[in-house]
């Protein structure tokens, strides 16, 4: 099966390609990748031609951090709403966190879901094993042969690793491994019982607030552990103006330190939540306009590396309490996208640079397959329609997970094609 | 007075729910207060009972308390019943709360049962505003976690100006668990809408984030803090609020923080004293200056709080029939 997409802008940061052109998928491989119109030999060769004039195609976007509930509380995200939620969003690659239950901190439940993901037509599964036993924070979990089982990585979910030492193990024990370290920044000491950030709007709310310290000093500690341990270290989730200038600092030291975000960071602040809003209740929580102004300068500027989803499936149940008893965390799949294209109809990223921190970027931190449309690898790529308005409803998620920060907004653009190993696995 | 008093009209919000200080226009403040002040003039004795209007005959509130409160349920329960409504008491510790029943749910059901004021308490910001938005009825916030007591800044406000005739460029000091306490909030923006000079005393540990930004003085040392003060308001030591790390001991407390005698010696000659209750004495304040009859509002302070609530009470229903 030879399929030739024409017409189409191509953008590929790995070969720093932005132009006008065509691109053959042949059966699961990017076959040839050409700018302009491609010949009547071409045109003939291929036994589909797609016309995508006005159409992005760039490649499929990998998520390197979102959370499912399958195994444990499928009732919130199974596997499958789980996919085809991602695909919607127009990922071809996601890697999940270890918050399950069980918690993925053995390499059996690795292959358990790697084999039920590969038994359904969707993007690749990754996933993170768990840093620590059932995320304990304390007993290094079996990294060597979850890692063997496919494991891209290692992650404690939303429990940050509070001990130093098991902390500096771990790390060391990664880097003998050559797997990177994704870590959620947060002393639970200080943020013990919080709510939301911490400041006036908290102090008005009359909620507990967390300081941006409860993540900068955490941060800062493993920074000072990646220097001693040599360990591929990843912050996940800033979300503060102090930790950009920590991980801007180690980045120039040469340490080996990449950063993500997600969309909740840089596109709204800590009023978000002025009227009690629980949807948008998250963990880290939402910041000051300073710090969204300068996680926005860290996507510019290449400090931060990755825009992740940060999916965390919620329900009502939930959400729909007061919102100190309401649970943190929300849908992130279906929006990942399309808040990140916000970012470039701004003028605050380039196209390039919106497929680097989406796509090109944790793919290569991860050192799994996809990011790039380089001719001869295999055919995971996205169609976007940047020009398509819509409103964010959440009813309309594939996810079980429908609750938003930034349900009712209207947006523009979207997926509407994603293609994995050749194959359509969601067309709009 | 009996006849100025008399001519005051009952009030109309332009909120539906009573969620807040924070917000409400001047005006409605000081209309609601006029009000309260023709309320007092019943309880006191200075104008007939008869003359109170019978506004919520046929009404039914609901008081929905999932923080325990003596005081706050039973003064809206007498001021319903004064102005002639019928009261519901729920008591959450009985109750399908207790089952595991979320608030939305205990609003629904409530909500079936078409009750025109609910009067709820509870130890959750932002608990009425979400009751607010699932039923029919005007919610009353008695009270939210950290958050707002409205109505307890209203009858402070009656307390004092009934005390001293004003409000505007009285020096007001509002001393001690500023981080945990809803009345400090909503008396900040109630006396500092109506132009009192206020003041927040409070060890370090017990101030709130960026207090600074609320554009008033704030003094982490009481008698600096209360020094020339017309009124020194002094608040509950909200231990059951606490995390555990703020103070050393309630020994301390009472040493550097606690109102006694002395201390009060710094505040003007007249300084009046106040407290929301329930007090802890030898804590927040000493017994010889918070049962001194002279000095003391918090006995005055109980039985304003009637007179606000009614007024409270009798603004939204008055405004629900509009």
């Given at each position: 099966?030879?399929?030739?997409?024409?017409?189409?802008?191509?953008?590929?940061?790995?070969?720093?390609?932005?132009?006008?052109?065509?691109?053959?998928?042949?059966?699961?491989?990017?076959?040839?990748?050409?700018?302009?119109?491609?010949?009547?030999?071409?045109?003939?060769?291929?036994?589909?031609?797609?016309?995508?004039?006005?159409?992005?195609?760039?490649?499929?976007?990998?998520?390197?951090?979102?959370?499912?509930?399958?195994?444990?509380?499928?009732?919130?995200?199974?596997?499958?709403?789980?996919?085809?939620?991602?695909?919607?969003?127009?990922?071809?690659?996601?890697?999940?966190?270890?918050?399950?239950?069980?918690?993925?901190?053995?390499?059996?439940?690795?292959?358990?879901?790697?084999?039920?993901?590969?038994?359904?037509?969707?993007?690749?599964?990754?996933?993170?094993?768990?840093?620590?036993?059932?995320?304990?924070?304390?007993?290094?979990?079996?990294?060597?042969?979850?890692?063997?089982?496919?494991?891209?990585?290692?992650?404690?979910?939303?429990?940050?690793?509070?001990?130093?030492?098991?902390?500096?193990?771990?790390?060391?024990?990664?880097?003998?491994?050559?797997?990177?370290?994704?870590?959620?920044?947060?002393?639970?000491?200080?943020?013990?019982?919080?709510?939301?950030?911490?400041?006036?709007?908290?102090?008005?709310?009359?909620?507990?607030?967390?300081?941006?310290?409860?993540?900068?000093?955490?941060?800062?500690?493993?920074?000072?552990?990646?220097?001693?341990?040599?360990?591929?270290?990843?912050?996940?989730?800033?979300?503060?103006?102090?930790?950009?200038?920590?991980?801007?600092?180690?980045?120039?030291?040469?340490?080996?330190?990449?950063?993500?975000?997600?969309?909740?960071?840089?596109?709204?602040?800590?009023?978000?939540?002025?009227?009690?809003?629980?949807?948008?209740?998250?963990?880290?929580?939402?910041?000051?306009?300073?710090?969204?102004?300068?996680?926005?300068?860290?996507?510019?500027?290449?400090?931060?590396?990755?825009?992740?989803?940060?999916?965390?499936?919620?329900?009502?149940?939930?959400?729909?309490?007061?919102?100190?008893?309401?649970?943190?965390?929300?849908?992130?799949?279906?929006?990942?996208?399309?808040?990140?294209?916000?970012?470039?109809?701004?003028?605050?990223?380039?196209?390039?640079?919106?497929?680097?921190?989406?796509?090109?970027?944790?793919?290569?931190?991860?050192?799994?397959?996809?990011?790039?449309?380089?001719?001869?690898?295999?055919?995971?790529?996205?169609?976007?329609?940047?020009?398509?308005?819509?409103?964010?409803?959440?009813?309309?998620?594939?996810?079980?997970?429908?609750?938003?920060?930034?349900?009712?907004?209207?947006?523009?653009?979207?997926?509407?094609?994603?293609?994995?190993?050749?194959?359509?696995?969601?067309?709009? | 007075?009996?006849?100025?008093?008399?001519?005051?009209?009952p009030v109309t919000l332009t909120q539906r729910h009573l969620l807040g200080i924070e917000g409400m226009p001047v005006t409605e403040i000081e209309a609601l207060?006029?009000?309260?002040?023709?309320?007092?003039?019943?309880?006191?004795?200075?104008?007939?009972?008869?003359?109170?209007?019978?506004?919520?005959?046929?009404?039914?509130?609901?008081?929905?308390?999932?923080?325990?409160?003596?005081?706050?349920?039973?003064?809206?329960?007498?001021?319903?019943?004064?102005?002639?409504?019928?009261?519901?008491?729920?008591?959450?510790?009985?109750?399908?709360?207790?089952?595991?029943?979320?608030?939305?749910?205990?609003?629904?059901?409530?909500?079936?049962?078409?009750?025109?004021?609910?009067?709820?308490?509870?130890?959750?910001?932002?608990?009425?505003?979400?009751?607010s938005?699932?039923?029919?009825?005007a919610v009353?916030?008695?009270?939210?976690?950290?958050?707002?007591?409205p109505?307890?800044?209203?009858?402070?406000?009656?307390?004092?100006?009934?005390?001293?005739?004003?409000?505007?460029?009285?020096?007001?000091?509002?001393?001690?668990?500023?981080?945990?306490?809803?009345?400090?909030?909503?008396?900040?923006?109630?006396?500092?809408t109506?132009?009192?000079?206020?003041?927040?005393?409070?060890?370090?540990?017990?101030?709130?984030?960026?207090?600074?930004?609320?554009?008033?003085?704030?003094?982490?040392?009481?008698?600096?803090?209360?020094?020339?003060?017309?009124?020194?308001?002094?608040?509950?030591?909200?231990?059951?609020?606490?995390?555990?790390?703020?103070?050393?001991?309630?020994?301390?407390?009472?040493?550097?923080?606690?109102?006694?005698?002395?201390?009060?010696?710094?505040?003007?000659?007249?300084?009046?004293?106040?407290?929301?209750?329930?007090?802890?004495?030898?804590?927040?304040?000493?017994?010889?200056?918070?049962?001194?009859?002279?000095?003391?509002?918090?006995?005055?302070?109980?039985?304003?709080?009637?007179?606000?609530?009614?007024?409270c009470?009798?603004a939204l229903?008055v405004g629900a029939?509009i």
């Amino acid at each position: 099966m030879r399929r030739l997409f024409h017409k189409a802008r191509l953008i590929c940061p790995a070969q720093a390609l932005d132009s006008k052109g065509w691109l053959v998928i042949d059966d699961d491989l990017i076959a040839e990748t050409g700018s302009g119109t491609p010949t009547d030999a071409l045109l003939a060769s291929a036994d589909e031609v797609i016309d995508c004039t006005g159409l992005i195609l760039g490649p499929g976007l990998v998520d390197m951090r979102a959370e499912t509930r399958d195994p444990g509380a499928e009732h919130l995200e199974t596997l499958d709403t789980l996919l085809a939620a991602a695909a919607a969003g127009g990922i071809t690659s996601l890697a999940i966190q270890p918050q399950t239950d069980p918690v993925i901190d053995n390499a059996a439940l690795i292959d358990s879901l790697q084999l039920r993901a590969s038994r359904r037509q969707g993007p690749h599964l990754y996933c993170h094993g768990a840093m620590s036993r059932n995320l304990d924070g304390t007993q290094m979990a079996e990294l060597g042969m979850m890692a063997a089982s496919g494991a891209v990585g290692f992650s404690n979910g939303h429990s940050s690793i509070q001990d130093t030492q098991t902390m500096r193990r771990i790390l060391t024990y990664a880097a003998m491994l050559d797997k990177p370290v994704m870590h959620h920044c947060e002393d639970i000491s200080l943020s013990d019982g919080s709510d939301m950030n911490e400041g006036a709007t908290s102090t008005r709310l009359g909620l507990i607030g967390s300081p941006i310290e409860a993540e900068t000093i955490i941060l800062e500690r493993d920074l000072q552990l990646v220097r001693l341990t040599g360990a591929r270290y990843h912050a996940a989730h800033l979300t503060t103006a102090t930790s950009v200038e920590a991980v801007r600092r180690a980045k120039n030291e040469g340490l080996p330190v990449t950063a993500d975000t997600s969309a909740p960071y840089f596109q709204l602040n800590e009023l978000a939540v002025s009227t009690y809003s629980s949807a948008a209740k998250l963990n880290p929580p939402l910041r000051t306009e300073d710090d969204r102004q300068a996680i926005m300068a860290a996507l510019a500027d290449g400090t931060i590396d990755v825009i992740a989803s940060d999916h965390v499936p919620v329900n009502p149940d939930m959400k729909h309490l007061p919102f100190s008893l309401a649970s943190c965390g929300a849908s992130g799949l279906e929006v990942m996208l399309v808040m990140t294209l916000r970012l470039v109809l701004n003028d605050v990223i380039s196209w390039q640079r919106a497929f680097e921190l989406l796509s090109l970027a944790p793919a290569t931190i991860l050192d799994i397959p996809g990011g790039s449309l380089v001719v001869g690898t295999e055919a995971d790529i996205v169609l976007i329609d940047p020009r398509t308005s819509w409103i964010v409803t959440g009813r309309d998620f594939n996810s079980l997970s429908r609750i938003t920060p930034f349900e009712g907004q209207p947006v523009e653009g979207r997926a509407v094609r994603t293609i994995v190993g050749g194959a359509d696995i969601f067309i709009r | 007075m009996g006849t100025t008093t008399k001519t005051v009209p009952p009030v109309t919000l332009t909120q539906r729910h009573l969620l807040g200080i924070e917000g409400m226009p001047v005006t409605e403040i000081e209309a609601l207060l006029a009000r309260s002040h023709f309320f007092a003039s019943v309880i006191d004795g200075s104008i007939p009972d008869s003359d109170i209007p019978q506004s919520l005959a046929g009404k039914t509130v609901v008081n929905l308390f999932f923080e325990n409160s003596t005081r706050t349920r039973v003064s809206f329960e007498v001021a319903a019943k004064k102005l002639g409504g019928s009261v519901l008491n729920i008591a959450v510790s009985g109750s399908s709360v207790k089952k595991g029943e979320t608030l939305i749910d205990t609003a629904t059901t409530l909500n079936a049962m078409h009750p025109d004021i609910l009067v709820i308490r509870h130890h959750a910001a932002g608990a009425p505003l979400l009751l607010s938005r699932h039923v029919d009825a005007a919610v009353i916030n008695a009270g939210d976690g950290r958050h707002e007591h409205p109505t307890q800044a209203l009858l402070d406000a009656l307390t004092i100006s009934r005390k001293f005739g004003r409000i505007a460029g009285l020096k007001i000091a509002i001393c001690g668990d500023i981080a945990n306490s809803r009345v400090a909030r909503s008396n900040l923006y109630l006396l500092g809408t109506l132009g009192a000079e206020l003041r927040l005393v409070s060890p370090a540990t017990l101030l709130p984030a960026d207090i600074d930004q609320f554009g008033v003085p704030v003094f982490t040392d009481l008698e600096s803090g209360i020094a020339d003060c017309d009124i020194v308001m002094m608040l509950r030591l909200q231990t059951e609020r606490m995390q555990g790390r703020e103070i050393p001991s309630q020994h301390e407390y009472f040493n550097m923080f606690g109102l006694d005698e002395a201390k009060l010696m710094r505040a003007a000659p007249q300084a009046l004293i106040m407290h929301p209750g329930p007090m802890n004495r030898g804590v927040e304040i000493d017994s010889v200056i918070a049962d001194d009859i002279d000095r003391s509002l918090i006995t005055t302070q109980v039985e304003m709080g009637v007179a606000a609530r009614m007024a409270c009470l009798e603004a939204l229903i008055v405004g629900a029939s509009i």
